[in-house]
């Protein structure tokens, strides 16, 4: 099966990232904002910004994983115990003057690990709406309506 992606001008995604941010202020997050799984990958494959997974390893190699995305986790293991060192391992990898782009499961961890970089001194630091897998529908399964792999942006499996 091919699946269309849709192509998304480095400029148009630029512009949403400064959308992003007015609306972060609006709604008083406590980090730079979200933006969709296109927008975050126009600005990663155009080399203008740093994906990374902060999802499980094990996650990663299970359910799939973005190629090239970097990887710290932000809670480990089947309990998923927060990870203390999350923000010196993200900056070891991006710097803190990165743009960073967080993405995990459905968008809900990637929001908190936004917002702990955040407090750990990242400006840049935007939560990837939806997540890789996408929102629980009615049957509480994911990837029936959104997220990275519906979407049909790259991504591989281990």
């Known amino acids: 099966m091919t699946v269309e992606v849709e192509e998304r001008p480095v400029h148009a995604a630029l512009d949403v990232l400064?959308?992003?941010r007015l609306a972060a202020v609006e709604a008083g997050l406590p980090y730079a904002g979200g933006i969709a799984p296109q927008d975050a990958w126009a600005l990663v494959s155009a080399g203008k910004a740093l994906l990374v997974d902060v999802r499980s390893a094990e996650e990663r190699k299970?359910?799939?994983?973005?190629?090239?995305?970097l990887h710290v986790a932000w809670a480990t293991g089947t309990s998923l115990t927060?990870?203390?060192r999350f923000v010196r391992e993200l900056e070891a990898k991006t710097g803190k003057d990165a743009l960073v782009l967080l993405l995990c499961r459905s968008g809900n961890r990637?929001?908190?690990a936004a917002e702990a970089a955040t407090k750990?001194?990242?400006?840049?630091?935007f939560n990837v709406l939806e997540g890789f897998e996408g929102e629980l529908d009615a049957a509480q399964r994911r990837g029936g309506s959104n997220g990275?792999?519906?979407?049909?942006?790259p991504w591989v499996q281990d």
Do not use: T
Request: aromatic share 14%.
């Open 18 to 20: 400064e959308a992003a």
């Open 62 to 69: 299970f359910v799939g994983h973005v190629p090239e995305s």
């Open 82 to 84: 927060r990870n203390p």
């Open 110 to 112: 990637s929001a908190l």
């Open 120 to 125: 750990g001194g990242f400006s840049q630091v």
């Open 148 to 153: 990275w792999r519906f979407r049909g942006l």
